[in-house]
């Protein structure tokens, strides 16, 4: 089964502050999403990605899925107290070639915004 | 177009009652996943379901737990003889479609158990 492993665990900055979280995959991904949860609740969509090299941006929120689809990377640019919550990448379910239905998310990258 | 729903928002139960959990989706969605997330862990998939159909349960314990997704109606998550190792927000997911391309999936905002 596929996973995917979160870097860092928790992240803590000043108001301000550039951040990049990554996600690393131990197969290739055919589908990386990214998700924020804010504390106690449920898991927003960010962004999907599909492509190698693919880069979206949402607000000050940019994610990229590198070339080889192993690894993505979610930066925010000028960070604010309302980008407080946990990010989570997840792979979608794969159909190819009988591959499992599993979904996979990361466990998680909690940010603190202090202001 | 209203998002995911989960209902109940908060539930508590004591040591062997039964725990039922509802989701409906998004409209239009005929795919709906759930989820288990413990206390500093990551989200587990437990089950996938069309209507009418479970097409994957590997995620889900194999004794106390049955999932339902029927033609009309929400999909239910069921959890009989609740232990406190039970206690967790579950979360519901949706989807339009799935296939060769991974589909974006839709998160409710989750049910959160505690067993006493």
């Known amino acids: 089964s596929q996973e995917l492993e979160q870097s860092p665990q928790s992240l803590i900055v000043q108001e301000g502050k550039n951040l990049t979280i990554n996600c690393t995959s131990s197969?290739?991904?055919?589908?990386l999403y990214w998700y924020k949860q804010k504390y106690g609740e449920g898991l927003i969509f960010l962004m999907m990605?599909?492509?190698?090299?693919e880069e979206k941006s949402h607000e000050k929120i940019t994610a990229k899925l590198d070339e080889k689809k192993q690894q993505s990377s979610l930066h925010i640019t000028a960070s604010q107290p309302s980008h407080a919550g946990i990010y989570l990448c997840?792979?979608?379910?794969?159909?190819?070639?009988?591959?499992?239905?599993?979904?996979?998310f990361g466990r998680g990258t909690s940010l603190i915004v202090h202001p | 177009n209203a998002g995911v729903m989960q209902n109940p928002r908060h539930l508590v139960r004591r040591r062997g009652q039964e725990a039922r959990l509802r989701c409906s989706p998004m409209?239009?969605?005929?795919?709906v996943y759930w989820y288990r997330q413990l206390p500093e862990e990551g989200l587990k998939f437990m089950v996938y379901?069309?209507?009418?159909?479970?097409?994957?349960e590997s995620g889900m314990p194999k004794e106390r737990f049955s999932a339902e997704f029927p033609k009309e109606g929400p999909s239910i998550l069921r959890i009989q003889q609740v232990v406190r190792g039970d206690s967790a927000a579950y979360f519901c997911?949706?989807?339009?479609?799935?296939?060769?391309?991974?589909?974006?999936?839709?998160f409710g905002p989750g049910t959160r158990l505690t067993v006493l």
């Open positions: 997911a949706s989807s339009p479609r799935a296939g060769p391309r991974a589909d974006t999936q839709y």
């Open positions: 197969k290739t991904l055919y589908g």
């Open positions: 990605l599909q492509k190698g090299g």
């Open positions: 997840g792979a979608g379910p794969l159909y190819l070639l009988g591959g499992s239905y599993i979904p996979t």
């Open positions: 409209k239009g969605h005929s795919h």
């Open positions: 379901l069309q209507k009418e159909n479970i097409i994957d």
